[in-house]
């Protein structure tokens, strides 16, 4: 896996998620995450990277929004079965 790292810019990447919390960390025992694949129509299940999901941690699409408001390409952490 190939990582470019950005300069960090001023502006926050997070401007919707538990705002009041100092840091958001989501826990997700690998036995929820198998769980939850399992019991998904798909056998997928995907987590949300661009901090503007209103089911966050997963990803409710809102980060195609997103990309076309800011000519961004956030995507979702895809888990497969
Ligand atoms: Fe955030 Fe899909 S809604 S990655």
Redo the contacts with the bound molecule.
């Keep these: 896996l190939a990582v470019t790292l950005m300069p960090k810019s001023s502006g926050q990447i997070n401007n919707l998620i538990l705002k009041n919390e100092a840091k958001v960390a989501t826990v997700c025992p690998l036995k929820d995450i198998e769980d939850t694949v399992n019991s998904s129509d798909k056998g997928v299940v ?1 987590y ?6 209103s089911t966050f941690p997963l ?5 195609v929004k997103h990309n076309k408001a800011t000519g961004d390409n ?3 952490l895809v888990i497969k079965k």
């Design positions: 995907a949300c990277r661009c901090w503007r999901s990803c409710d699409g809102s980060h956030t995507g979702p």
